[in-house]
Structures are given as structure tokens and as C-alpha cells.
């Protein structure tokens, strides 16, 4: 039997400390099976050293490991395990730079608006790091993300808590009527390959090619479409009005760590808008201090330190918000409001909360209050709108009786990758954007003024066809009906429901409930069958598979993380994510404070099943299934006996959750009877940890309570991070001797 190889990635924050005190117990239990973990890191400071080779010493260069994953995403024997990752915003690249400055690393400063061709040079560099720079290159298949069973009935049974909606709620979605990405798209297929630039023309004459010649492959679906930022500015005072007249808090919800061109642009607006008389005051100081509204109040309040109009300047910030509508706040102690930082208003997961909270976001005193919420392209805006009304009308959701909406998502060779990519621009003057052939015949245009947002956008039509069958796939398998989310009045989605349309004919779709629904129809027909228990099946394109695999799992199971994610790759392989990583970072700053982890890692066990049950039916290893049948067991025990992280330090955090799930995987292998050498192996060892489980506890709850120095927050010391999560010499002794 060959070396099986799962390749088990490093990441960030919470997960990239969970990894350090699960990783060895999962080396451990699977050398029993021939298995070698590998441990590609593709951190957000893993891929920037990866990025500037030129600039360090040959001791401290690191392989590019995102791309060779990449590379191995391609081919049939891909097993890869992928944690959440930092989706870098510029101030957490910023960050990360400056604390590998401070290691050491002579890295070149980040030019966020570069002078001349050695910064545009290294500015181009880092944009690859930017944003959702991991998922477009690992997701060479399609999605398919639902509550395991176990997870399902554990969470009726043990139902989370839910805030009351009343029908008076004044919360409300405020979205764009026109002018924005959803008004203005066009869309078409191609018919034969061929090749396509963008390029601008300006009124006065001028001429820019804003992208040069890329492949177009037949029976791509290609759209642009255009935010015109003065309706953006006005829509956003209008909100700013409503607010004001409701006396509620006033929130921005947006996703400028994915969109990484385009939302932080709508974000800047956002603030500038409510702060135009502070923007307008000091326009020449902000600019000599090159303050860019884009990032935020935090970024503004760094940059006016020490300045002699500092006090003047913060004085008249608080002067606009106690004449304008409260806004709402991400750290009411600490005093952070939903203007600070873009990556902090991220729409998925802030409108999940709100929704899961009966409505309310947190004021200035810590207080929960109705909010107007800003989520201006009506692209996706419906969704949320048809969401909060529904919970008006009906009420919060039951999670003891509120049915599963798992989710089959188009996400394959990049496929509606809306700003993570290189065909967003904000353009600079007046004129036509075009998107030309080789012919220089134009396939879509649009017209444009000063600082509109362009963007294009791509779907190759293979990943369509896989797409469409997946979902007959998985309603035929489950039994359950499936919607397609797509919206007819939208250019994009016409294309595509043509596609879809042509190609579930391809199957026998006897006895399957199929439809295609727009987006608003979509969303309360799903909510109306899940109240009466039933399940439904989204199928749904990238951006808003990403919207409903936050929104559902949260009302379900009250968090995404324990999602089971199976990306079937496209040649043969498998790609395993285990869920969303919204409450990575106040996981691991709880940690550093008070050497407390709450982070789950049950989306992890979930994975590592799935991948397990992957390598032994395309390996023919029958030893990994008999890891995967016995760690299917562990983790059904493990929720039945309620071993994930507790609220509070004295409880049983992330590193006693990892005790829990090793025994409970070391009794299901010492009493299974597949594989007698397996059985023999781990009855000592399950023996070990039943009898050191009192000291074992107390080994790891005495760790808690006192801050931890893990040596840095975006590239710790290994050896300090791996002291920190393994505080049990005792089950060290035991892991370690399997």
C-alpha cells in the first residue's frame, strides 16, 4: 500500500492555535493507517514571505504553498483540509507586515496608492495576498456544504438561544434603486474561444487598457456591471435620513475582505457620506496625512495622533454622530463602532448575528437597538430584505423544530469571483468601459463617471454542467427538493438559468422536486418549509452560497462552524473545509488574555471524517476506513456528551474538546472488530486516557486563567504556540507513544 497523503493546511488566528493541539493527536491516529499529514502553511504571513523570495535571507525563504496546493487541487489524489484563513483587509496587511518587520524579515512596505513602477511593482505583489486570495485557488469543484445528522439532532435537542423579533421591529434593509451593480449589469455567452481585454475610453479622447488580453473559452458566461458612486453617496444619506427618523442605530454590512476592490470603495463612501462635514473641513489636512476613507475611522484616528488638530478633528467625529443616527457598534467597551474597520462589518456573518438576535445590533452603552442596515447593491440586498421580514411577520425561529437547508454552491475554477479577482477597477474620469474581443469587437460596455466602480465577472461552463449535477446528485441522494437561486430580473442569471435549464434535462428527474426561483421568492419559500420542519436544498451561485451557508446554519445549529463542507474537486480529488471563521479573531485575542480557547473545532473533526472516508474509497485503504467509521462514532459521542468549549475559563475550552473527541476515537477503534491489529493498538491507549482523565482535565484547566505569549499574532513561535496548546504532559506522554 502507497503513502497516503493529506494535506492538512496552517491558517490563522483561532484555528492556527486549535491546529497546534489537535494536529499531533491526528498524526498520531493516523499512522496507524499508513497516512502522512502534511502541513502546507498558507497563513496570511506564510503567503507574503512566499510572495517577496528577493527580499530575505536564504534561512527565513518559505515555498509557495498556496500554489502548489493549487496545483494538487488539479489532480485525482488531492485530499486537502482547509481551515479559515485571514481574508486580508489593507490594515491587517499592514499588520501582518510589520510584526514580520519586527522578526526580522526585511519585507518592503505595502504601497497602498503606488508613485512609480518599483511600488506599483510591489503593490501588484500584494494584492495577490489581499482578500480572498486562498479559496479561488483551492476551489477547482463545486460546494456542497449541510448539517452532518448528529449535528442536526444535537442542536434540537440542545436548542441556542434566539433573540425575540416582534412585528414592530424597526429594523430594516436599505438598498440601492438604482445605479447600483444589479441595475446596471449586462451578460452574455460566448460562442467561440477566443481572447478579451477591458479598456477604458475617456471622454476627453483618452484611452487605457485597464486589463490586457485573457483566454475566453465557448459557452462562457461573461457580465459587467458598474456602481455609480454619486447615486451610491446620495442613496446612503437617504439611509442616513431613515435612520435618523426612526431614531435606530444606523450599520453598514458589506464584504470587503472578498470584494476586495469594490466594497472597501462602498465602505469609504459609507463613512465619508455620514462624516461629510469632517471630510469637507479637513479635506487639505487628510490629505497631506493621506487619509483614505476606505479604511475606516480606525485607520483615520491612527493618522490624526499627535497632530495639533487631533482634539479639534475627534471632537467634531463625535459632534457628527450626536447629530446623526447612532451607529452601531462592533466593541461597545472598547468604543468601535461599525465605521471603524471594513473587514469588521462583514455582511454574512454580522446580519446572521442580527437576524439570530431578534434584530437588534449593540449601541455605545452595550445596549441592544433596532438598526437601519446598509447593504446597498440589491444583488443580494433581496435576500437579507425577504429574511428580516419574514421575521417579522412570523417570529424568531424554533431550532428544535426548524428544518436544514443544505447548500450545493457554483464556486469552481473561480466562478463568480465578484472583486476577489483582477476585472474590478474604480475608474478615474469620465467615459466608456468596453470589453473588447481580439477583433476589438466589443462583447459588453458600459458608460462610467469619476470613481465608479467597474467589474467583470467570468463562469466557465464546465463547472455550470458539474454544478447542476451535483444538485440532481444530492437531491436524489437525501430525497429532499432543490432551488436554484436565480433571479430572471438579473442579466447574469438569465444566462445562467439557460444553462441550468439545458442541462437538467441531461438527467432523469423522476419523482425530484427541481425548481428555480428568484432570489426573494427563494428565501421565503425555504424559511416557510424549515418552520414546518422540512428540508431544502439551495443551489445557489459563489457570493450568496456564501451568504446562506452563514445565515441558515446560524438559525439552525446557532453557528456555521459545524458545517460539514465537501468540495468534490472537479478531477477526482477532495477538498475539505471546515467552516466559517467569523469568531476566529476574538477567539484567539480571549486567548492571549486570559489562556482561554473557545474556538469549536468540531468543523475540523467533521472534515477530517469526511477526508478519511474520501482516501479510503479512492485509495482503497481499508484501514482509513476504519479511522473514518470510528471518528464518525467519536464525533456522534462527543456531541452527545457535550464536550465542545464552554463560555468561560474553568470550563472545558478547545484543548480539553481534543482530549475528549482522542479518547472517545481511541475507545470506537480499540472496540471495533473490522481490523483486529487496529483494535489491539488503541485498547491501550483508550485504557491510558480513561485512566488519567481526571488528572488529564485538571493538567488543562489549570493551564487556563493567565495571559499566553505565543510569540506574535500572524506568525507565532511554533515552539511557543505548541507549549501553550499542549499543557497536559500527561496526555502528551499518551499521544505521543501511539
Known amino acids: 500500500m502507497s503513502q497516503a497523503k493529506i494535506y492538512y493546511t496552517l491558517t490563522d488566528e483561532a484555528p492556527m492555535l486549535a491546529t497546534h493541539s489537535f494536529l499531533p493527536i491526528v498524526k498520531a491516529f493516523t499512522h496507524s493507517a499508513e497516512i502522512e499529514i502534511q502541513v502546507p502553511d498558507i497563513s496570511l504571513a506564510g503567503r507574503i514571505l512566499a510572495n517577496f523570495p528577493e527580499y530575505l535571507n536564504d534561512d527565513q525563504k518559505v515555498p509557495d504553498a498556496l500554489a502548489q496546493l493549487g496545483e494538487l487541487a488539479t489532480k485525482p489524489e488531492a485530499n486537502i483540509i482547509k481551515l479559515p484563513n485571514i481574508s486580508a483587509s489593507v490594515p491587517q496587511l499592514e499588520e501582518a507586515i510589520a510584526e514580520l518587520k519586527s522578526k526580522g524579515y526585511n519585507l518592503p512596505n505595502y504601497p497602498a496608492e503606488p508613485k512609480n513602477e518599483e511600488e506599483k511593482a510591489i503593490n501588484q505583489k500584494y494584492s495577490k495576498v489581499l482578500g480572498s486570495a486562498v479559496n479561488p485557488v483551492l476551489r477547482e469543484g463545486n460546494s456542497d456544504r449541510r448539517a452532518p445528522k448528529s449535528v442536526k439532532d444535537y442542536a434540537k435537542a440542545n436548542p441556542h438561544r434566539m433573540g425575540v423579533w416582534s412585528a414592530d421591529s424597526k429594523t430594516a434593509v436599505a438598498h440601492m434603486e438604482n445605479g447600483d451593480f444589479y441595475g446596471t449589469e449586462n451578460s452574455t455567452t460566448i460562442e467561440k474561444d477566443g481572447k478579451f481585454r477591458i479598456v477604458f475610453y475617456g471622454t476627453d479622447g483618452s484611452e487605457k487598457v485597464l486589463k490586457d488580453y485573457a483566454p475566453l473559452k465557448a459557452g462562457e458566461i461573461i457580465d459587467s456591471s458598474v456602481m455609480n458612486m454619486n447615486a451610491l453617496k446620495s442613496f446612503v444619506q437617504t439611509a442616513i435620513a431613515e435612520a435618523k427618523e426612526k431614531n435606530v442605530l444606523l450599520s453598514a454590512h458589506l464584504k470587503a475582505t472578498m470584494m476586495k476592490i469594490s466594497d472597501p470603495i462602498i465602505f469609504g463612501a459609507v463613512v465619508e457620506t455620514y462624516f461629510k462635514d469632517v471630510f469637507e473641513k479637513y479635506k487639505d489636512l487628510f490629505k497631506d496625512l493621506d487619509i483614505n476613507p476606505n479604511f475606516g475611522l480606525a485607520t483615520l484616528y491612527e493618522k490624526i495622533a499627535g497632530t ?11 459632534k457628527a454622530i450626536e447629530n446623526g443616527p447612532r451607529i452601531a457598534m462592533v466593541n461597545s467597551d472598547q468604543g468601535i463602532t461599525n465605521f471603524h474597520v471594513s473587514s469588521d462589518v462583514i455582511v454574512d456573518a ?3 448575528a442580527l437576524v439570530r438576535g431578534g434584530g437588534k445590533m449593540w449601541n455605545k452603552e452595550g445596549k441592544e437597538e433596532d438598526t437601519v442596515c446598509i447593504i446597498p447593491d440589491r444583488t443580494y440586498a433581496g435576500f437579507y430584505e425577504a429574511v428580516v421580514d419574514d421575521m417579522k411577520k412570523n417570529g424568531a425561529i424554533d431550532p428544535r423544530t426548524f428544518g436544514s437547508v443544505p447548500n450545493v454552491g457554483l464556486m469552481a475554477q473561480k466562478a463568480e469571483e465578484y472583486g476577489s479577482h483582477d476585472k ?20 459588453l460596455q458600459q458608460k462610467v463617471e469619476k470613481d465608479d466602480i467597474f467589474r467583470m465577472c467570468q463562469v466557465k461552463d464546465a463547472p455550470i454542467q458539474d454544478w447542476v449535477k451535483l444538485a440532481v446528485n444530492r437531491a436524489k441522494l437525501s430525497d429532499t427538493p432543490a432551488i436554484f437561486w436565480l433571479d430572471k430580473g438579473r442579466a447574469h442569471d438569465s444566462q445562467i438559468i439557460k444553462k441550468v435549464e439545458k442541462y437538467l434535462k ?9 425548481k428555480i426561483m428568484d432570489v426573494k421568492d427563494a428565501t421565503l419559500e425555504t424559511l416557510k418549509r424549515a418552520r414546518e420542519g422540512k428540508d431544502t436544498i439551495s443551489v445557489s451561485g459563489n457570493v450568496l452560497r456564501d451568504y446562506l451557508t452563514d445565515m441558515f446554519p446560524i438559525l439552525e445549529l446557532g453557528t456555521s462552524a459545524k458545517m460539514l463542507s465537501i468540495v468534490p474537486l472537479m478531477n477526482g480529488g477532495g477538498l475539505f473545509e471546515t467552516g466559517a471563521g467569523g469568531s476566529a479573531p476574538k477567539h484567539i485575542e480571549q486567548f492571549i488574555h486570559e489562556g482561554y480557547l473557545r474556538w469549536d473545532s468540531l468543523g475540523e473533526f467533521l472534515a477530517l471524517q469526511a477526508s478519511l472516508e474520501h482516501l479510503a474509497q479512492t485509495q482503497n485503504n481499508p484501514k482509513a476506513k476504519v479511522l473514518s467509521d470510528a471518528l464518525d462514532t467519536a464525533n456522534a459521542k462527543f456531541l452527545a456528551t457535550d464536550k465542545s468549549p464552554a463560555r468561560k475559563v474553568g470550563g472545558i475550552d478547545n484543548r480539553g474538546s481534543h482530549f475528549y473527541l482522542a479518547l472517545y476515537w481511541a475507545e470506537a477503534l480499540a472496540n471495533q472488530t473490522t481490523d483486529a491489529e487496529i483494535a489491539e493498538k488503541f485498547k491501550p491507549i483508550a485504557k491510558a486516557m480513561q485512566d488519567n482523565e481526571e488528572k488529564i482535565n485538571s493538567e488543562l484547566i489549570g493551564a487556563q486563567g493567565k495571559p499566553q505569549d505565543i510569540g506574535g499574532y500572524y506568525k507565532p513561535d511554533s515552539d511557543k504556540t505548541y507549549a501553550a496548546m499542549r499543557p497536559s504532559a500527561t496526555l502528551d506522554t499518551i499521544i505521543n507513544g501511539i
Do not use: C, R, W
Not at 425 to 442: D, H, I, L, P, R
Open 424 to 443: 474590478t477597477f474604480q475608474v478615474s474620469a469620465e467615459g466608456t468601459v468596453k470589453v473588447e474581443n481580439e477583433n476589438g469587437e466589443t462583447l
Open 308 to 318: 495639533p488638530k487631533e482634539a479639534e478633528i475627534k471632537a467634531d467625529i463625535e
Open 506 to 514: 441531461d438527467y432523469d428527474l423522476t419523482g425530484l422536486d427541481i
Open 350 to 352: 454580522s446580519m446572521a
